[in-house]
């Protein structure tokens, strides 16, 4: 994730949010050093967001109450079925995209108002989700994945096959398919020409090229 990408999920992160929260869960959800997130805040500071910090039990950094953006005009019966469905997706591990779906609850939840978040609480509580637990990936390959996809970039993998040999491959991603727990990713091996499948969890590593 660029910066200013990250400065403007942090701030829709922080707006989404009722209670303050701190430099170190920022860092955490957004996979920087606590020293980035502080730096990243005083630069939302800079840019004139309204951002305070409070101490104390439910205190930390949160935007000024009266801070808004033009709304989206969710009701809170759309705003659960939405988040509820996308929390589901991001904790199974169906697929590749859970730091863009986190990004996006964030912003479904910031466009309620105190009262359509309070019922959205009640209603959450209400939903739930059984489904076939998905096959274990990795953070950091999925972000790979993401990027590439969406900048239509060339991946550099590598890859436990189904005999426990690892190879690398230069790939462009061609289509992902999400079947239950497992994700499969259809591409162009760039070496072989040829189309591959490879199964999300067997990719050991991954990383877009410049």
Do not use: C
Request: net charge positive; proline share 2%; no cysteine.
């Amino acid at each position: 994730m660029r910066r200013t990408e990250r400065l403007f999920a942090i701030a829709e992160y922080l707006r989404a949010r009722r209670t303050g929260t701190t430099a170190e869960a920022i860092a955490e959800r957004f996979g920087v050093t606590v020293r980035t997130a502080y730096r990243d805040l005083a630069s939302l500071r800079e840019a004139h967001l309204p951002l305070v910090a409070d101490r104390g039990r439910g205190g930390g950094y949160a935007l000024d109450r009266s801070y808004s953006l033009p709304p989206v005009n969710f009701n809170a019966r759309e705003a659960a079925v939405l988040i509820s469905a996308g929390r589901w997706l991001s904790e199974m591990r169906v697929l590749p995209f859970t730091a863009t779906l986190d990004s996006a609850i964030d912003k479904v939840r910031g466009a309620l108002d105190r009262s359509a978040q309070r019922e959205l609480q009640s209603r959450l509580k209400e939903l739930a989700y059984v489904g076939v637990p998905a096959r274990a990936s990795r953070d950091d390959v999925r972000k790979a994945i993401e990027q590439a996809w969406f900048e239509s970039r060339v991946l550099r993998i590598r890859y436990r096959g189904a005999s426990e040999i690892k190879t690398k491959r230069r790939i462009k991603l061609e289509r992902i398919v999400m079947d239950r727990g497992e994700t499969r990713i259809n591409a162009l091996d760039l070496e072989k020409n040829e189309s591959r499948q490879f199964l999300l969890d067997r990719i050991e590593h991954a990383e877009t090229e410049t």
